[in-house]
């Protein structure tokens, strides 16, 4: 088979960048994100199956600086990826593609991924202090 | 009735002929997934306490321990399914592709195995 190196599809050096775009981008890379804390969710369930001692040090990483960051990198990107599914869903019914309207729901989905991550936080700190 | 040119079709170009599956998979897991990590999240965050006695306890409930299951298939599939078509789209050399594509696979599957193993262990070995 011939291989011609010919520009692909989406054409990046003409393409505008706009909020659509950007959040697809965003929907993939969450995923992505997502799939590995699939892998960090059953290491999880591993550890608390093979003892307390395990589970210990499982809790103990999740509880450092790095897990932190990482748990809360996982939640945003698990609202993220949970409001513009539904947003996907919607698409897929044939709903929501009017130009305007899709660019409110772009913005709708961010606000609240990230007023849910707040929220999450907020509730999981303050029984933390508790 | 195909309406491929006759080099095409020895070529093996045009559509695969398959896909259906792969969207409605991936659309029908992540539907599952609304409710379960949904309940998920919310479960972690009425725990007691995250420590080895309350979490174990709370997994080995029956209906729990089967919640966590489907959670884990559907994320499995759903997780699968995603990095999949990302893979497909970014990598072109074939040797690179095919092995990416084969190694997520397994991992995949494996992702599963462990995960309902997992909470079959916690849910038969604590005392109810």
């Given amino acids: 088979m011939s291989q011609v190196s010919r520009p692909l599809s989406p054409h990046l050096q003409v393409y505008r ?19 590995l804390g699939g892998f960090a969710l059953v290491a999880w369930l591993l550890a608390l199956a093979s003892g307390q001692a395990a589970f210990t040090v499982a809790n ?39 130009k305007a309207l899709a660019r409110k729901s772009g913005i709708a989905v961010v606000t609240g ?18 | 009735m195909s309406l491929k040119s006759p080099l095409g079709r020895v070529l093996g170009l045009g559509s695969a002929g398959t896909g ?52 884990v298939v559907a994320l499995s599939y759903h997780a699968s399914l995603g990095t999949q078509v990302v893979a497909e789209d970014y990598l072109h050399a074939p040797g690179l592709r095919i092995t990416v594509l084969t190694v997520l696979r397994l991992l995949h599957v494996g992702l599963a195995v462990a995960g309902i193993f997992a909470v079959f262990l916690v849910a038969t070995r604590a005392p109810l």
């Fill in chain 2, 20 to 71: 259906t599956e792969h969207w409605i998979g991936q659309r029908l897991s992540a539907v599952a997934m609304v409710p379960l990590t949904l309940w998920f999240a919310i479960s972690l965050l009425t725990l007691p306490s995250l420590d080895f006695y309350s979490v174990t306890a709370w997994v080995a409930a029956p209906l729990h321990a089967v919640l966590l299951i489907l959670l």
């Fill in chain 1, 60 to 98: 103990a990483l999740l509880g450092s600086l790095v897990g932190q960051l990482a748990l809360l990198g996982w939640t945003f990107c698990f609202f993220y990826h949970l409001c513009n599914g539904v947003r996907h869903l919607a698409w897929d019914a044939g709903h929501g593609f009017d």
């Fill in chain 1, 17 to 35: 960048w706009q909020i659509s775009n950007t959040l697809s981008i965003l929907h993939r890379l969450t995923g992505t994100a997502l799939a």
């Fill in chain 1, 113 to 130: 991924a990230v007023l849910l991550t707040v929220i999450f936080w907020a509730v999981a700190l303050t029984r933390v202090a508790a």
